[in-house]
């Protein structure tokens, strides 16, 4: 049995300077019914070396809440990566150019219609990607371009009529390392730091103790590449190193999951806090549902109204499984919406989406 593959983890660095927020998306509704297309992985027992992985992809309705496992797809990618296009009943995924035992050669954008069974290929030049996010007339990705030195993350935007990749990033030494999605719209929430700053801090982490870069939240239109800063997060001389590793966007704030590294005399010492910073005033409070997401490793999507959270969980951590939850703030309960199967399977990405 294979090892779990853990969920990325995301990091950033803090104290804020920043402007209040207006949405890029403005033409675009977010009316649209929700759902959240779900990966997960396991192992095939008894089959050849090209069937040893396989990725079963699901789909929860938030308004019925059902949940319906709608196909699968191979897994030979770097990272078993899937997301459900109910409106077009397509699934994409990454998967690598190569048959059999993972080879880290590149990793492309595939599609599986599932009316006809048929699978394309849709993107060249790729090495890794990191988000799929299907809509109308888009599939927006995180993606590493291949030849490139060094590990870089950068927006694309593949056209469905044309079949056109576009890179939407505009500036090459930042790296895309964290997203959140507001469905129903083209608009994308990424968090950035420098490239060149982080592998500057690596080489020298013999002489220094290594924290993050400095890091940036942009507002980006994954339809046109307009982009809005919408603050920055700088190390200080108190706090000298600040991990955001998960985060979400909800009606002008951002949720964040965060880590800090401070002073104290000649040590350093870690603290971890939920938070919520208010992108109108650039305040930051303490998330008041903070201690009831038990386990959080990745925000999928807080509902408009904010009652509804819905997260993934680590429920064991001797032999890593997980559990895709929501948790109802005005009746304070948590309900299971999936729970993977201890030393089986595993939840490797949760994506909110809406229909179109």
Same mark, same amino acid.
């Given at each position: 049995? &294979?090892?779990?593959?853990?969920?990325?983890?995301?990091?950033?660095?803090?104290?804020?300077?920043?402007?209040?927020?207006?949405?890029? @998306?403005?033409?675009?509704? #977010?009316?649209?019914?929700? %759902?959240?297309?779900?990966?997960?992985?396991?192992?095939?027992?008894?089959?050849?070396?090209?069937?040893?992985?396989?990725?079963? +992809?699901?789909?929860?309705?938030?308004? =019925?809440?059902?949940?319906?496992?709608?196909?699968?797809?191979? %897994?030979?990618?770097?990272?078993?990566?899937?997301?459900?296009?109910?409106?077009?009943?397509?699934?994409?995924?990454? $998967?690598?150019?190569?048959?059999?035992?993972?080879?880290?050669?590149?990793?492309?954008?595939?599609?599986?219609?599932?009316?006809?069974?048929?699978?394309? &290929?849709?993107?060249? /030049?790729?090495?890794?990607?990191?988000?799929?996010?299907?809509?109308?007339?888009?599939?927006?990705?995180?993606? $590493?371009?291949?030849?490139?030195?060094?590990?870089?993350?950068?927006?694309?935007?593949?056209?469905?009529? @044309?079949?056109?990749?576009?890179?939407?990033?505009?500036?090459?030494?930042?790296?895309? &390392?964290?997203?959140?999605?507001?469905? !129903?719209?083209?608009?994308?929430?990424?968090?950035?730091?420098?490239? @060149?700053?982080? %592998? &500057?801090?690596?080489? #020298?982490? !013999?002489?220094?103790?290594?924290?993050?870069?400095?890091?940036?939240?942009?507002?980006?239109?994954?339809?046109? /590449?307009?982009?809005?800063?919408?603050?920055?997060?700088? @190390? =200080?001389?108190?706090?000298?190193? =600040?991990?955001?590793?998960?985060?979400?966007?909800?009606?002008?704030? *951002?949720?964040?999951?965060?880590?800090?590294?401070?002073?104290? !005399?000649?040590?350093?010492?870690?603290?971890? /806090?939920?938070?919520?910073?208010?992108?109108?005033?650039?305040?930051?409070? *303490?998330?008041?549902? !903070?201690?009831?997401?038990?386990?959080?490793?990745?925000?999928?999507?807080?509902?408009?109204?904010?009652?509804? +959270?819905?997260?993934?969980?680590?429920?064991? =951590?001797?032999?890593?499984?997980?559990?895709?939850?929501?948790?109802?703030?005005?009746?304070?309960?948590?309900?299971?919406?999936?729970?993977?199967?201890?030393?089986?399977?595993?939840?490797?990405? $949760?994506?909110?989406?809406?229909?179109?």
């Amino acid at each position: 049995m &294979r090892k779990r593959i853990p969920i990325f983890l995301f990091v950033l660095i803090c104290s804020i300077t920043g402007c209040s927020y207006e949405a890029l @998306s403005t033409s675009v509704s #977010n009316d649209q019914p929700k %759902y959240i297309s779900f990966t997960v992985t396991n192992k095939i027992i008894g089959e050849t070396e090209d069937k040893e992985f396989e990725s079963h +992809v699901f789909c929860y309705d938030l308004q =019925t809440h059902d949940v319906q496992e709608v196909g699968v797809v191979p %897994y030979n990618s770097q990272y078993p990566l899937t997301a459900y296009d109910r409106p077009s009943n397509k699934i994409y995924y990454s $998967a690598s150019t190569l048959k059999g035992e993972r080879q880290h050669t590149g990793d492309q954008l595939y599609s599986l219609d599932l009316n006809t069974n048929e699978t394309e &290929r849709l993107t060249e /030049g790729l090495y890794a990607i990191n988000y799929i996010i299907p809509t109308e007339n888009e599939v927006n990705l995180i993606a $590493a371009p291949l030849g490139v030195t060094g590990v870089r993350l950068y927006p694309y935007s593949w056209d469905k009529t @044309s079949g056109i990749l576009k890179n939407l990033s505009w500036d090459e030494d930042m790296m895309f &390392r964290h997203v959140s999605w507001r469905p !129903g719209t083209s608009e994308l929430f990424a968090r950035t730091y420098s490239v @060149s700053e982080f %592998y &500057r801090r690596l080489e #020298n982490q !013999g002489e220094t103790m290594f924290f993050m870069p400095d890091s940036e939240i942009y507002s980006v239109d994954m339809r046109t /590449g307009a982009h809005e800063k919408l603050f920055g997060i700088e @190390s =200080t001389n108190l706090i000298v190193g =600040t991990d955001i590793e998960v985060f979400t966007f909800v009606n002008n704030k *951002i949720i964040a999951s965060v880590s800090e590294e401070i002073k104290d !005399g000649f040590a350093v010492r870690s603290e971890r /806090g939920l938070y919520s910073y208010d992108l109108s005033d650039n305040e930051r409070t *303490i998330y008041q549902y !903070g201690e009831k997401l038990k386990g959080l490793s990745q925000f999928v999507y807080i509902s408009d109204d904010e009652r509804y +959270v819905y997260y993934i969980s680590i429920t064991n =951590t001797d032999v890593i499984a997980n559990t895709l939850c929501v948790y109802d703030t005005e009746e304070d309960k948590t309900d299971v919406i999936y729970e993977a199967a201890l030393g089986f399977d595993f939840i490797n990405n $949760a994506t909110i989406l809406a229909d179109y």
